[in-house]
């Protein structure tokens, strides 16, 4: 490293003077995620600049992202001589970014309450039930011991099931970390399906999900995939409730979510297929844009789509739209993490 300047060890809290003559990117041995300074170069070499963003923490420990721009310097004969970066600290812009995730969700979660609700009251029907049966036995002089122990069992576990609906709730509610982690996709999918499962199931649309139990992790943050995967199964719903029939009899529609391991492609590919009419081909780059909606004022506001494509591109991945038979597939893929290649 030939030079820089003194606002680069404002940013980093470290005086510049240590890293001159020392490697070009040694600064950031541990970047969120990490970082691949070759691959930096190369593709600077290759197409002329190279850009990253990444968590960075300061000497005193405190944490920055920063987004980092490097371009090569060549001479008359075209070759590199320099690298130039350019380092900018983008921690704003990140925090109005996750303030704009959360409100979606939150949003989300809103459209999501009365099925919740009816997730909630079964196990309390339940839980009634069974302590009405005890108290009538009780009051005939008719309860056995034997019933009385099977009775509580039941209330037991579904106390338990409610409470992991609403530990769910709350952890999904939640703002995620700052950091992106290693995780397992198959879970946030799994979890995503679990949430609307009932509610899907009340309002007569069938819901397949084939998920390998396990699957290569991938790097980023698990409530934010999740979140994707919501507004993805609530657009499926959306457009078979619209699309449906009034009087037919059967499901109204059906959603199948599936995720695969690409072993060839190093690449996890979740889809989610429903049959709920389609989109109009000119429309399928819009839909992705912020405040596009088809929906009703205070229906929709159009920011699912957008706000998952800058979930999924910010673990590098890619989200599009296609069309699928009587209605519409999204496709969501991300490379596995690099250690797990
Ligand atoms: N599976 C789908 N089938 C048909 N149209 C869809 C589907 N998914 C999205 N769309 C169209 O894309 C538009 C944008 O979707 P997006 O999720 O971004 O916003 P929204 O659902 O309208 O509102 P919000 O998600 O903010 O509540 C929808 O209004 C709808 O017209
Ligand atoms: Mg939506």
């Known amino acids: 490293m030939e030079y820089v300047n003194s606002r ?94 959360q409100t979606s969700k939150l949003a989300t979660l809103g459209q999501m309450a009365a099925g919740m609700a009816h997730e909630l009251n079964q196990p309390l029907y339940i839980i009634r039930m069974a302590a009405d049966r005890c ?75 084939e998920i390998p139990e396990e699957a290569h992790v991938v790097m980023g943050h698990p409530i934010r995939l999740e979140q994707v995967l919501v507004n993805l199964l609530s657009n499926a719903r959306n457009a078979i409730l619209e699309n449906a029939q009034e009087e037919a009899d059967g499901p109204k529609g059906q959603i199948a979510v599936a995720l695969a391991d690409d072993k060839s492609t190093s690449q996890i590919s979740v889809t989610v297929r429903d049959s709920g009419g389609g989109i109009p081909e000119d429309k399928l780059d819009s839909i992705f844009e912020p405040f596009f909606t088809t929906k009703e004022v205070g229906q929709g506001m159009g920011l699912g789509l957008s706000v998952s494509q800058s979930i999924v591109s910010e673990m590098a991945g890619e989200l599009s739209a296609s069309a699928s038979g009587a209605g519409t597939c999204f496709t969501l893929t991300v490379l596995y993490h690099q250690q797990h290649r």
């Open 135 to 209: 108290l009538m036995e009780m009051d005939e002089g008719t309860l056995e011991r034997e019933t009385e122990r099977e009775h509580f069992e039941i209330v037991v576990e579904q106390c338990q099931r409610m409470a992991d609906i609403i530990g769910h709730l709350r952890i999904f509610g939640r703002r995620d970390a700052l950091e992106p982690s290693l995780m397992d996709p198959s879970a946030c999918v799994r979890r995503a399906v679990e949430m609307v499962l009932e509610q899907y199931r009340l309002e007569d649309i069938e819901i397949t999900a």
């Open 8 to 101: 680069f060890g404002e940013m980093t809290g470290l005086s510049g003077e240590d890293y001159i003559g020392g490697d070009l990117f040694a600064w950031h041995p541990d970047a969120s995620p990490p970082q691949n300074p070759e691959q930096t170069l190369a593709e600077a070499k290759e197409t002329g600049s190279a850009q990253r963003e990444f968590l960075l923490k300061r000497g005193d420990g405190s944490a920055f992202w920063c987004r980092e721009m490097t371009s090569v310097i060549r001479d008359s004969d075209g070759e590199v001589t320099h690298y130039l970066s350019i380092t900018e600290d983008i921690t704003d812009r990140k925090q109005v970014e996750a303030q704009l995730i």
